[in-house]
């Protein structure tokens, strides 16, 4: 039997944190046993808000070896370069044109990222949802493993696939594109910003404090657990409305240390703050030393790193050709041999 494939991403917009790590990479290092995996670097996402070319340029490289050390095994996946890949942008196109305006001004992301824009948002913003359905549906996808924030995302690609193009230009029931499922896993899902246990950890907050990125040094990650926010309650648990700041340091806490909840819990409940804190640093250190090894080597000297996304272009560019073709031909556009 063919084996079923995931597509996922993550933007090059600023050095990686945990929550990219648990909620994405994490689970795409898992899938990549049993899936055949596409993963890509979607550096024109990343141009939809105002950004600097020369540390795009540098993020691109960097979010990619970071997929390798994360556990991304080139053997195993294909790993690429949004931008390298030119039927990206013609999907987009091609989707923009069949897309309902009303559909896009909806969408969560883009208001509260407008929102922070004020006047300056530019018409990319607004259509980012369509080229993220772009990247999912030219790979034929059977699962996209995202966070929690990406599913209404998802939704929408799902239903331009199956309303805007296989119902309209599916011809005799036939369809023209897969229809894609989110893989959301329920651990790691949405890790919280350390600063406020209400609001998710994310690389646009402009609070450095309220993220570990994956390539802080031992002495950033004490300095930010230590000033972490904490309560005045005794003891570590899950899921108390009024604890949420606690629900999540013990979430990254059995994430980073390998258990279950339970166990973390069991090992915690009975912990103050003062004594959970630097078992907390310990695990962090020690989970991200691996991860920032691989990494150096990798930047160090950048040709293998430029060899795998050279590869990957190589099976990228294949398999969407095949259904950006499906897709022109559906549509009506001519081709002449
Ligand atoms: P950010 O929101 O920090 O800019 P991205 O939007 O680039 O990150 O997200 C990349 C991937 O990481 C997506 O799959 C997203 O769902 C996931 N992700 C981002 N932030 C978190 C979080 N705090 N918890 C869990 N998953 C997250
Ligand atoms: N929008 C996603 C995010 O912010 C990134 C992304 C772009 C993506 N294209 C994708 C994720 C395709 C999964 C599949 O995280």
């Not at 300056?120 to 993220?132: E, F, K």
């Not at 009975?270 to 991200?288: E, Q, R, Y």
């Amino acid at each position: 039997m063919e084996k079923k494939r995931i597509l996922s991403g993550v933007q090059p917009t600023g050095s990686l944190h945990l929550g990219n790590w648990f909620g994405a990479i994490r689970n795409w290092v898992t899938l990549q046993e049993d899936y055949e995996t596409f993963v890509c670097v979607v550096d024109l996402h990343a141009i939809t808000t105002p950004h600097n070319p020369k540390a795009l340029a540098h993020e691109t490289l960097s979010t990619a070896a970071l997929y390798i050390s994360c556990g991304m095994d080139p053997q195993k996946c294909s790993i690429f370069i949004q931008s390298h890949i030119q039927f990206h942008s013609e999907l987009c196109w091609l989707l923009n044109c069949v897309t309902p305006l009303n559909w896009l001004e909806r969408m969560i992301q883009f208001k509260e990222k407008a929102l922070k824009q004020g006047d300056n948002v530019s018409v990319g913003l607004l259509d980012y949802p369509i080229l993220m359905a772009a990247d999912i549906l030219l790979y034929d996808a059977d699962l996209v493993p995202v966070g929690e924030d990406q599913k209404q995302h998802l939704e929408l690609a799902r239903d331009i696939a199956q309303q805007r193009i296989n119902a309209r230009f599916g011809k005799e029931g036939s369809s023209v594109l897969k229809i894609p499922k989110p893989l959301i896993s329920k651990e790691g899902a949405r890790i919280m910003s350390l600063t406020d246990g209400s609001k998710k950890m994310s690389k646009s907050d402009p609070n450095e404090n309220s993220r570990i990125s994956l390539l802080d040094s031992p002495e950033l990650i004490t300095k930010k657990i230590k000033k972490a926010k904490t309560d005045s309650f005794m003891g570590l648990e899950f899921d108390n409305s009024d604890r949420p700041e606690a629900d999540n340091l013990l979430t990254i806490y059995s994430l980073l240390s390998d258990q279950g909840k339970e166990s973390a819990l069991e090992e915690c409940a009975g912990m103050g703050w003062g004594k959970f804190k630097p078992l907390l640093i310990d695990a962090t250190v020690s989970a991200l030393g691996p991860i920032q090894e691989k990494y150096n080597e990798l930047m160090d000297d950048q040709t293998e790193l430029k060899s795998v996304l050279q590869e990957g272009r190589n099976k990228a560019e294949k398999v969407s050709q095949k259904t950006v073709e499906r897709v022109r031909e559906a549509l009506g556009l001519i081709k002449i041999d």
